[in-house]
């Protein structure tokens, strides 16, 4: 797993999404824009974050290991079970 840059800074937030409000957008291939990183931060319960890479990489997000999203990089998101999570965004300062 990456980890964030030491130059970047959250700038957003979402709200709280459960397995049930998860926005489709997040189940699908997206990617974020360029210089945006992310931070997938589990509240509660479990994500299957996969990176759409070749090779691909899946990991499984906890509150003990937040999932970080590169900047451009396709990846999706499903839940195990229940789930709260929130998406923190970052730039470059």
């Not at 980890?3 to 709280?16: D, E, F, G, H, M």
């Not at 998860?22 to 299957?48: D, Y």
């Not at 070749?54 to 999932?67: A, C, K, Q, R, T």
């Not at 396709?74 to 970052?90: A, D, L, N």
């Amino acid at each position: 797993m990456k980890i964030l840059p030491k130059n970047v800074t959250a700038y957003r937030q979402t709200s709280v999404f459960t397995q049930d409000t998860i926005p489709n957008a997040l189940l699908h291939s997206h990617t974020t824009r360029e210089g945006s990183w992310g931070k997938l931060c589990v509240i509660s319960g479990q994500l299957r974050y996969q990176i759409l890479t070749n090779p691909p990489e899946e990991h499984v997000i906890s509150s003990e290991l937040p999932g970080i999203i590169e900047p451009k990089i396709s990846h999706k998101v499903e839940p195990i079970g229940s789930v709260e999570f929130y998406v923190e965004f970052h730039h470059q300062v």
